[in-house]
């Protein structure tokens, strides 16, 4: 079988010890790897380009979902007769793409799942904006989750997850509506809003269910806008912790495989825990691009 390219995120969590236990882990499992640490974003990119041109089709990102993220935007760059093979070893602070796709929420306990054939393909979003075009197999947010995401890369990774809810609490009282325009599938939606959620996969915010009926491979984005008001932040927010928000008349939902966001002042936007800018954007879904790894064959 095929050697794995690891790339080991040595940033993601907190004393995590990433690369240490990345190759303990491989040699007790017996996976064919060879492993790299890039030690940057760029450096990061720059690793997937030299196994690109090694010829290598199987990767393997070591980190969180920001890791994910960073991985498959840099390998969709490049053309692929076929899909390449992700597999992920969680490492960072958020892991919700290891809760979607059924992979254990260690380095350890995932490593088996780059044994054997099991994989599924997977869809990928892509979106425009000012800020370029970014792909990205999670959840994408415009609003003041984006705005919660970009305050909690400020604050010390020891938090873990709990840092998104101290990031909010931080923000809020600065969070404004901002008057937008969404155009997908048959929804045409003018006027206030706090948040627009673009999903391709389930879980954000180390563990919030945003989309509950979200799926990776049906070719379609799950779609909300939150039309609420500030003081219904707080209760909507933990109801999405087990995605029964979606039943509020304060979001309105619907799945489409392409959108077009506009908004009357800078909204930040960001996807998979990277901060990618701020503005108006645009966003289709690029089916089955990638093959995520997984330890068994999931039901859809």
Excluded: C
């Excluded at 790339?7 to 995590?16: E, F, I, M, Q, T």
């Excluded at 491989?26 to 990119?45: D, I, S, W």
């Amino acid at each position: 079988m095929e050697e794995w390219l690891v790339l080991v995120n040595p940033k993601a969590g907190y004393r995590s010890h990433a690369e240490v236990r990345t190759r303990k882990a491989l040699r007790h499992h017996g996976v064919n790897a060879t492993v790299r640490v890039p030690t940057t974003v760029e450096a990061m990119r720059d690793a997937v380009d030299v196994g690109v041109r090694e010829g290598r089709t199987r990767f393997v990102a070591v980190g969180g979902d920001g890791t994910v993220n960073v991985v498959v935007d840099q390998l969709l760059q490049h053309d692929w007769i076929e899909p390449p093979v992700v597999g992920l070893l969680p490492s960072g602070s958020g892991s919700d793409l290891a809760r979607t796709f059924d992979i254990a929420q260690s380095i350890e306990e995932a490593t088996p799942t780059l044994l054997g054939d099991a994989h599924e393909r997977v869809d990928v979003g892509v979106l425009e904006g000012d800020w370029g075009s970014r792909y990205f197999v999670n959840v994408a947010e415009a609003g003041i989750t984006a705005a919660v995401l970009h305050r909690s890369l400020t604050l010390p990774r020891w938090l873990g997850s709990s840092k998104y809810h101290l990031a909010l609490a931080l923000v809020f009282p600065r969070i404004r509506l901002v008057e937008m325009t969404l155009h997908a599938g048959d929804m045409e939606f003018s006027g206030p809003s706090l948040l627009a959620v673009f999903a391709n996969a389930r879980y954000f915010a180390g563990g919030w269910n945003i989309a509950p009926h979200a799926s990776a491979s049906d070719g379609l984005f799950d779609i909300q806008v939150f039309t609420a008001s500030k003081k219904d932040v707080p209760r909507l927010w933990w109801l999405a912790k087990t995605g029964s928000h979606i039943a509020e008349p304060q979001i309105r939902r619907v799945v489409a495989d392409s959108f077009e966001l506009s908004v009357s002042a800078p909204w930040p936007v960001e996807a998979d825990g990277e901060y990618f800018g701020e503005g108006s954007m645009r966003g289709h879904i690029r089916q089955a691009a990638v093959s995520m790894k997984t330890s068994h064959i999931r039901s859809s």
